[in-house]
Structures are given as C-alpha cells and as structure tokens.
C-alpha cells in the first residue's frame, strides 16, 4: 500500500523523501517495482478482459448471468458471484471516468 502510494505520487515528490516519511526503505520500494503481479492479480486481470470482451460483443446488453454463461462455454472456470462483482467494478469505473470527463 505504502509502495504503490510512494509510485503514485512519485513526479510531484522525491522518491528518497517520501520513502523517509512513510517508513519505507529504498531498496524495498525497488524490489516492490520490479516484483511481477501476483497470480491472483493476473487472474483477475485475465478475467476482466474476458469479461469486457464478452459484454463488448454482445453490444453491453449482457448482464452477469449473461457474461457468467457466455465464459463458461468459452471455457473460463470462474463462480457467478465474481463476475457480478467485476461487472459491477467495471461499470463503477466507467461511471467515475464518464464524470470526470
């Protein structure tokens, strides 16, 4: 949490400073930077593209009952339960960047 604070605002602040300020050391922000994502995160990334190509094709008329059976038959073992919350993440998102535009 702290690292990805440090990489958010790391063109407004020094990297040295912030890492002295937030109890973080240099090198562990670093090692934190190279680090690949972890299975889980790329799971839910792989997921997520499916999940949006689904919805794109079906011209965002399918819900996640929809998108759920539509990745099932595609082959992608994934629970009901978390593609609504995806759906529900994806379209939360894409309110926020509507209204910020």
Do not use: N
Not at 58 to 84: D, I, M, N, T, Y
């Amino acid at each position: 949490m702290r690292d990805a604070c440090i990489q958010r605002h790391r063109h407004a602040y020094a990297i040295a400073l912030m890492c002295r300020t937030l109890e973080v050391r240099r090198s562990g922000f670093y090692a934190w930077q190279r680090r690949r994502p972890a299975a889980r995160a790329r799971a839910e990334q792989r997921l997520r593209v499916a999940g949006c190509a689904v919805h794109q094709s079906s011209k965002q008329r399918f819900g996640s009952p929809r998108v759920h059976a539509k990745l099932q038959a595609q082959g992608v073992r994934v629970g009901r339960k978390r593609v609504e919350r995806r759906r529900r993440e994806e379209a939360q998102r894409v309110t926020k960047s509507v209204r910020l535009a």
